[in-house]
T-cell receptor
């Protein structure tokens, strides 16, 4: 069974600083990986996804993530934080192969951006 | 294209009452999901449909929760009777193609229904 671990339930950065949100997965088969963002009182919005191919994935709003199989990680980064990035971020995995492709989420990381 | 529509946005009920949530997915999306998101946690899948058939309902508390997707379009999730621990945001999502193909296309979420059970 696949699972997702997000390290750090709360990350605080200054405006303009690097954003690094950590995600590790466990999967017995190559995973499909996703990062979603959730603003207060809203649904989940897809930031980026990794399926196959290039391991560095670029998403919306300047975010990117790198799939590292050797480290079973898919960390989310952004070079320079903006106030509008303050939100909750969820890493999710959907395994490939088998008969059920349900999307399993981590517990989330709340990002605070300080002026 | 229009997004995933959910209603109501908020609902407050007393324990032991019943409640129903409605979801209208993006037109043409075959796969539909209901997730429960308890405060401070990630969303948890309750049930997954492909067209009007259930693909996975292993985490649906069937003694009190039920869901249907008649005609393979919109869907209703019902709780009867509600418990305090059912307080959560209920998210609906949809995806193109089959549940196997959903991982390629991604999943589009609605804004959710926030349920408070008092």
């Amino acid at each position: 069974a696949q699972s997702v671990t997000q390290l750090g339930s709360h990350v605080s950065v200054s405006e303009g600083a690097l954003v690094l949100l950590r995600c590790n997965y466990s999967s017995s088969v190559p995973p499909y990986l996703f990062w979603y963002v959730q603003y207060p009182n809203q649904g989940l919005q897809l930031l980026l996804k990794y399926t196959t191919g290039a391991t560095l994935v670029k998403g919306i709003n300047g975010f990117e993530a790198e799939f590292k199989k050797s480290e079973t990680s898919f960390h989310l980064t952004k070079p320079s934080a903006h106030m509008s990035d303050a939100a909750e971020y969820f890493c999710a995995v959907s395994k490939s192969g088998g008969s059920n492709y349900k999307l399993t989420f981590g517990k989330g990381t709340l990002l605070t951006v300080n002026p | 294209e229009a997004g995933v529509a959910q209603s109501p946005r908020y609902k407050i009920i007393e324990k032991r009452q019943s409640v129903a949530f409605w979801c209208n997915p993006i037109s043409g999306h075959a796969t539909l999901y209901w997730y429960q998101q308890i405060l401070g946690q990630g969303p948890k899948l309750l049930i997954q449909f492909q067209n009007n058939g259930v693909v996975d309902d292993s985490q649906l508390p069937k003694d009190r929760f039920s869901a249907e997707r008649l005609k393979g379009v919109d869907s209703t999730l019902k709780i009867q009777p509600a418990k305090l621990e059912d307080s959560a945001v209920y998210l609906c999502a949809s995806s193109q193609g089959s549940h196997q193909g959903a991982r390629y296309y991604g999943y589009t979420f609605g804004s959710g229904t926030r349920l408070t059970v008092v």
